[in-house]
């Protein structure tokens, strides 16, 4: 039943050309190696390098954006995508090389066996692998916290960007995603969508190339604008759900 | 209190007059749409009521009890670009919003040309997507 599952994989690029051939390669071998239902979809936002060159030779589904939307947009793209083409799953990998694919079964298997709706795939279950540097541990941490005190789920590692939905949160996907550093926000969406989440033990590497989107200058503004946007997802969402209710 | 001098009257007169032509201008070179004119067309016609009736701004100020009749116009100003300035971040939301569903219905139908699958050397996906209304 589980390979039967039709799976696209959604891996967001911008300007990593170094990385992606690697990581489509990656994906396919263990895609044969498992035999699961697997197509990979690579959305390219806007790079000015050479990626979108390199995506052509590659042997996946590209998406090409006309202007450069951020990882929120490039990543929503995939799940509509994957949405009006009837994927029963979408997972989310990052271009650049951190997330292993050796871990997509891992991820899978909770949405195989129907005991999630969301799987996220953590750092911090297992002291293992990359860790990312302390200062950004302390930024996931606050995250745990807000997440816990608004919709009262623990998610330890709530920036992970190694993800599995099922249908129905790309329904949910399909209809509003955030913007800007949308994954902790999007838990919080979940959480009040009364999506089931479920986080597994992955092991993550260090980037393979290219570089982080999110550099010491743009720590506070990512805190600040995460932060807003969190909360002001939450007011919103509780104002519907409280007219659903009504 | 003394009323405004003349030569001040006849240029605010002038000046509120030809930002007037300049707005009007503007919507028919089609460069302002008619939505968004409207407040600058009101600022115009409140400019020149007071540019005309000379004793307005004093008596207006005397009945709101503002001693110093002109922070009301800094008041009533700086309240209107206020206004004005959220109403503008909100078009900028929405017009961003219209973007990025523009932008990604354009990438789906890229997408779907030729160019943009994957080349015959490699192997082909399982399944063809279809594309489905939604």
Redesign the interface.
């Known amino acids: 039943m589980a390979a039967s599952l039709?799976i696209l994989v959604v891996v967001p690029c911008f300007n990593e050309e170094e990385a992606i051939a690697g990581v489509v390669a990656d994906i396919n071998r263990v895609k044969t190696q498992h035999r699961l239902?697997?197509?990979?979809l690579t959305?390219n936002d806007c790079s000015t390098d050479n990626t979108l060159a390199v995506l052509?030779?590659?042997?996946?589904?590209?998406?090409?954006?006309?202007?450069n939307?951020g990882i929120g947009?490039a990543m929503?793209?995939g799940y509509?995508?994957a949405?009006?083409?009837?994927y029963d799953v979408a997972v989310q990998m990052d271009g650049d090389g951190q997330h292993p694919a050796d871990e997509l079964p891992k991820i899978l298997q909770p949405l195989f066996e129907n005991q999630a709706d969301v799987v996220i795939g953590s750092r911090f279950l297992e002291k293992s692998g990359f860790q990312s540097s302390a200062m950004r541990r302390v930024g996931i941490n606050y995250f745990r916290w807000l997440n816990q005190a608004l919709i009262g789920q623990t998610i330890y590692d709530s920036t992970s960007g190694f993800r599995a939905f099922n249908r129905k949160t790309l329904a949910v996907v399909?209809r509003y995603y955030p913007?800007e550093y949308p994954e902790p926000e999007a838990i919080v969406q979940f959480g009040l969508n009364n999506l089931r989440m479920r986080e597994v033990p992955v092991e993550m590497r260090d980037r393979q190339g290219g570089v982080s989107s999110i550099n010491t200058s743009r720590a506070v503004y990512y805190m600040l604008k995460v932060t807003l946007g969190t909360l002001f997802v939450y007011l919103r969402m509780r104002g519907q759900r409280a007219r659903l209710t009504a | 209190m003394e009323s405004l001098p003349i030569t001040i009257q006849i240029v605010s007169l002038l000046g509120a007059g030809l930002f007037m032509l300049y707005i009007f201008r503007l919507i028919v070179k089609g460069r302002l749409r008619e939505e968004y004119s409207i407040v600058w067309i009101l600022c115009t016609v409140i400019l020149i009521v007071f540019s005309v009736w000379r004793d307005g701004l004093t008596k207006i100020s005397l009945f709101l009890g503002v001693f110093y009749p002109p922070s009301l116009i800094f008041l009533a100003a700086i309240f209107a670009i206020i206004i004005f300035l959220v109403h503008l971040s909100v078009v900028n939301s929405k017009l961003q919003n219209q973007i990025k569903n523009l932008a990604q219905e354009v990438a789906y139908l890229k997408q779907q040309t030729p160019q943009h699958q994957p080349p015959a050397s490699a192997s082909l996906p399982i399944q063809e997507p279809v594309l489905t209304a939604s």
Request: net charge neutral.
């Open positions: 039709k239902h697997i197509d990979v959305v052509r030779t590659l042997d996946c589904l590209h998406l090409d954006l006309p202007v939307l947009g929503q793209s509509k995508f949405y009006r083409n009837g399909n913007d």
